[in-house]
């Protein structure tokens, strides 16, 4: 399991809303944080720290949150704050423009300048009730970020699209990394990490039209993040081989074949998509609620359509037959 659960269930109603803003506060640069719900306050977050990068879903009622230029001043911990909205409305004031933001947009805010984002549209159809904010925050060091400030700066307080190209590729691994939290082991997390920035790198040249700005290696780790997300995506696809992963990337297989290893310490596609495939089935088999699934359908959820090739694939990685691994996993948690 990646990243630690807070919900404000956890804590006595009458301390939630401080507890919130203080969990808050210590995870992203210090801002004034209000609420016109703050007697019955609820929200709950999931923080994942992937090396460098921290993402966290979260939802909440509705809630304002003010980066004065004194707290600014105060603390500045050189972030960029992009924010998927799953749920929800907000509006943001920043870096000179005003903007509103629904389901699928992303907005990105800098830590060094001044801030007012605040619920927008928030209460239920009948006016009677408040509708929750959903989402996911990301928080990345600026230092790491191939593009010149200047640049990035153009992206501030502005409504971003994330249903398109590398928009939608960096929306839907952030909404994937929420559902598969449970189940990625922690040594995972600086690889999703990586994949995080690089396709957030990705999206912003893209935006700027600056993708000739990052260096060839940039560009390289840039599409073999992007191919790997594929990869993940489509590992139920018995279908999935090299020829159609380079043909769907619009590049050769000898360039696919030399630029993936480079960034899987040798591993070849064919090898790196056995693997996730494995961990994929090894997992399943390792789940109680999975138990009554047919060892061949595990295989088949994975994209391995062959029992026999599945068996002695699993036996050559784990030691164990998927049997009688099914059966220790299963026994252990007893």
């Known amino acids: 399991m990646i990243g630690t659960v807070f919900r404000t269930g956890d804590v006595p109603s009458s301390d939630r809303f401080d507890h919130w803003r203080d969990m808050v506060g210590r995870m992203r640069s210090p801002s004034d944080i209000t609420s016109a719900h703050a007697a019955d306050f609820w929200a709950r977050s999931r923080v994942m720290e992937l090396g460098s990068v921290t993402v966290w879903p979260t939802s909440f009622l509705p809630t304002r949150y003010r ?35 629904g389901p699928r947009d992303l907005h990105l805010t800098d830590s060094s300048l001044p801030y007012d984002l605040r619920p927008y549209g928030t209460r ?51 909404v994937g990394l929420e559902r598969q939290a449970d189940t990625l082991p922690p040594s ?11 396709l957030f790198s990705a999206w912003c040249a893209q935006l ?40 769907a990337h619009h590049i050769s297989l000898s360039y696919l074949h030399r630029i993936f290893p480079q960034q899987t310490q040798g ?24 138990h009554t699934l047919p060892i061949h359908a595990v295989a088949a959820r994975w994209g391995i359509s062959r029992a026999s090739d599945f068996t002695r694939a699993f036996r050559a990685a784990y030691g164990l037959s998927p049997k009688e691994y099914r059966h220790r996993a299963l026994t252990r948690g007893q």
């Open 67 to 101: 980066r004065s230029p004194r707290l600014v001043r105060e603390s500045d911990p050189e972030l960029y704050h992009l924010t998927l909205l799953i749920d929800g409305g907000l509006a943001l004031d920043h870096a000179g423009r005003t903007a509103s933001f």
């Open 188 to 198: 995972d997390a600086p690889r999703l990490g990586g994949v995080v920035l690089d």
């Open 208 to 247: 700027l039209d600056t993708e000739p700005d990052l260096t060839p290696e940039s560009r390289q780790q840039v599409l073999a993040r992007h191919i790997q997300a594929f990869i993940r995506q489509n590992l139920h696809d018995p279908d999935l081989t090299p020829p159609v992963i380079a043909a």
């Open 124 to 174: 239920s159809a009948d006016g009677t009730r408040p509708c929750a904010v959903r989402g996911v925050g990301v928080d990345l060091p600026k230092a790491l970020l191939p593009l010149p400030p200047h640049r990035m700066r153009e992206l501030l307080g502005r409504g971003l699209p994330g249903r398109e190209g590398f928009g939608a590729l960096l929306a839907d691994f952030l």
């Open 267 to 290: 591993e070849t596609v064919a090898a790196w998509i056995r693997g996730r495939r494995l961990e994929g089935a090894a997992r399943d088999l390792a789940n109680p609620s999975a």
